[in-house]
């Protein structure tokens, strides 16, 4: 009975590590799906300071990372012109740009010992947002969408 015991420990312990970060994945994809639009919609369409691709880039994940309030999270925000037009006078403001957020997750533990010998799990894993904005359709009075 203690062979057996010895051997399914660490089984069911396995079992239960790998649907605990499944489920804490999953919720931080929730979340992430969420935040990531909020914050493309708020700050994406008229950055504070210079309107160009790349301040926006840099508040909407200044904002997704206030926002997830995890720091282990790997963050990545990218912006892409989907208009000809917009590399030149007017950058962000009435361009559609796409913003693609991707978060990255290691799962924990992410490493430990077992009998003097380290292991390190090279796994992270990855969820990809990615938001449409038209500027021009988003302003005071008039209809929006994403």
Request: hydrophobic share 55%.
């Given at each position: 009975?203690?062979?057996?015991?010895?051997?399914?420990?660490?089984?069911?312990?396995?079992?239960?590590?790998?649907?605990?970060n499944?489920?804490?994945?999953?919720?931080?994809?929730?979340?992430?799906?969420?935040?990531?639009?909020?914050?493309?919609?708020?700050?994406?369409?008229?950055?504070?300071g210079e309107?160009?691709?790349?301040?926006?880039?840099?508040?909407?994940?200044?904002?997704?990372?206030?926002?997830?309030?995890?720091p282990?999270?790997?963050?990545?925000?990218?912006?892409?012109?989907?208009?000809?037009?917009?590399?030149?006078?007017?950058?962000?403001?009435?361009?559609?740009?796409?913003?693609?957020?991707?978060?990255?997750?290691r799962?924990?533990?992410?490493?430990?010992s077992?009998?003097?010998a380290?292991?390190?799990?090279?796994?992270?894993?990855?969820?990809?947002?990615?938001?449409?904005?038209?500027?021009?359709?988003?302003?005071?009075?008039?209809?929006?969408h994403?």
């Open positions: 009975m203690v062979a057996e015991m010895a051997v399914l420990v660490p089984v069911v312990l396995v079992c239960a590590l790998v649907a605990m499944g489920a804490w994945f999953a919720n931080l994809c929730a979340k992430f799906d969420r935040v990531a639009m909020d914050a493309a919609l708020a700050h994406g369409v008229s950055p504070a309107q160009d691709a790349t301040a926006a880039a840099s508040q909407v994940k200044a904002a997704i990372e206030r926002a997830m309030g995890d282990t999270l790997v963050l990545d925000v990218s912006v892409e012109h989907l208009d000809p037009l917009a590399e030149g006078i007017f950058s962000i403001s009435p361009a559609r740009v796409r913003f693609t957020c991707s978060m990255g997750y799962p924990h533990p992410s490493s430990f077992v009998a003097g380290s292991f390190a799990l090279p796994v992270v894993a990855t969820h990809t947002r990615s938001i449409v904005v038209d500027a021009s359709t988003i302003g005071i009075g008039g209809e929006g994403a």
